[in-house]
């Protein structure tokens, strides 16, 4: 973590696996970006021209949840 960064009080977190054109993948971390802990994003700029495909996985203290 980046030490200009606040710690997230949520213990919650965000992850996303990206898969490009090309069928490589790769890992992208979100962010809460709400002093509530209910507003979490996820920022990736593709490096390949085409259709992109996403695994998202949110973590908290109580349990791990797929979005897809």
């Given at each position: 973590r980046p030490p200009d960064l606040p710690e997230n009080p949520f213990r919650a977190s965000l992850t996303a696996s990206i898969?490009?054109?090309d069928g490589t993948a790769v890992a992208a971390v979100?962010?809460?970006?709400?002093?509530?802990?209910?507003?979490?994003?996820?920022?990736?700029?593709?490096?390949?021209p085409g259709r992109h495909s996403l695994q998202l996985q949110f973590n908290n203290a109580a349990a791990t949840v797929p979005l897809t």
């Open positions: 898969t490009r054109p979100g962010f809460c970006d709400d002093p509530t802990g209910r507003v979490f994003r996820l920022r990736y700029m593709p490096t390949q």
